[in-house]
């Protein structure tokens, strides 16, 4: 698989990075995970066909994570025209959440009047799925009161990643990263702080010996742990790192 940080920031942008975007190229499937606002510009600025896209995922439902989806839906709708239809995975309301937001930005050309079929897919949390050939496991995060957050571990044949979304850190996380080929982690804080649903740079060294994975990367980069970053001994991410596995 080849894999692209569209997106290594927070939800603030932090250093000018895009906020949560991974997009993934195997043989003749594409994918994203998660789809931040800046996704699509960014897409078209790698000169990459948005129809290539075969299916989405969602982590969780914030902004960061799922708020480019609706530019990209329209341009579908208007531009790239697409007439495929798209199957969008993520936790329970998504459906309901990604409709909203739809009509609330580009009233009157909500999901239902779009020329091509959108399929709504919820995980559970802690459940196993399969999306074409590839299986995919749904760890559930601690991140959001109200909804879930799940962190992905996503393998075909070959071979396997996984991304913890937004998270505290959770003992999922051993089980979400085991016998990967390579494990994102999400980085908002160098230093451990308590009452924050977000991982640390401290914690994630805590642990860095039970974590079963050929590369570890770090993303979803805050400002403090961009000041530290020299500090950092750990692959970090940047926006259009490419790698293969
Ligand atoms: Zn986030
Ligand atoms: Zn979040």
């Given at each position: 698989m080849d894999l692209t940080f569209i997106g290594s920031g927070d939800a603030f942008a932090t250093g000018g990075r895009n906020q949560t975007c991974l997009l993934i190229k195997d043989y003749e499937k594409n994918f994203l995970v998660d789809c931040g606002p800046a996704a699509l510009a960014t897409l078209k600025k790698n000169n990459f066909?948005?129809?290539?896209?075969?299916f989405i995922l969602i982590t969780h439902l914030h902004g960061d994570h799922y708020g480019g989806i609706p530019y990209l839906l329209l341009d579908y709708q208007?531009?790239?025209?697409?007439?495929k239809e798209i199957n969008i995975y993520g936790p329970k309301g998504t459906e309901e959440k990604l409709k909203n937001l739809q009509e609330l930005l580009f009233t009157g050309h909500g999901?239902?009047?779009?020329n091509f079929k959108i399929n709504f897919i919820e995980f559970e949390p802690n459940s196993i799925n399969h999306i074409e050939n590839y299986e995919v496991r749904a760890y559930l995060m601690e991140h959001m009161q109200d909804s879930d957050c799940l962190g992905y571990k996503i393998s075909n044949n070959e071979s396997s990643f996984a991304y913890t979304?937004?998270?505290?850190?959770?003992?999922n996380i051993f089980e979400l990263s085991d016998n990967t080929d390579l494990f994102i982690c999400e980085s908002s804080f160098y230093r451990k702080i308590e009452n924050v649903t977000h991982i640390s740079y401290e914690e994630i060294l805590e642990n860095i010996e039970y974590l079963n994975t050929k590369r570890l990367i770090l993303t979803h980069l805050g400002s403090e742990v961009l000041e530290n970053i020299s500090n950092v001994d750990i692959e970090t991410a940047y926006d259009n790192l490419k790698v293969r596995f």
């Amino acid at each position: 698989m080849d894999l692209t940080f569209i997106g290594s920031g927070d939800a603030f942008a932090t250093g000018g990075r895009n906020q949560t975007c991974l997009l993934i190229k195997d043989y003749e499937k594409n994918f994203l995970v998660d789809c931040g606002p800046a996704a699509l510009a960014t897409l078209k600025k790698n000169n990459f066909d948005i129809l290539d896209i075969d299916f989405i995922l969602i982590t969780h439902l914030h902004g960061d994570h799922y708020g480019g989806i609706p530019y990209l839906l329209l341009d579908y709708q208007f531009e790239s025209r697409r007439t495929k239809e798209i199957n969008i995975y993520g936790p329970k309301g998504t459906e309901e959440k990604l409709k909203n937001l739809q009509e609330l930005l580009f009233t009157g050309h909500g999901i239902e009047t779009m020329n091509f079929k959108i399929n709504f897919i919820e995980f559970e949390p802690n459940s196993i799925n399969h999306i074409e050939n590839y299986e995919v496991r749904a760890y559930l995060m601690e991140h959001m009161q109200d909804s879930d957050c799940l962190g992905y571990k996503i393998s075909n044949n070959e071979s396997s990643f996984a991304y913890t979304g937004d998270s505290n850190w959770v003992e999922n996380i051993f089980e979400l990263s085991d016998n990967t080929d390579l494990f994102i982690c999400e980085s908002s804080f160098y230093r451990k702080i308590e009452n924050v649903t977000h991982i640390s740079y401290e914690e994630i060294l805590e642990n860095i010996e039970y974590l079963n994975t050929k590369r570890l990367i770090l993303t979803h980069l805050g400002s403090e742990v961009l000041e530290n970053i020299s500090n950092v001994d750990i692959e970090t991410a940047y926006d259009n790192l490419k790698v293969r596995f």
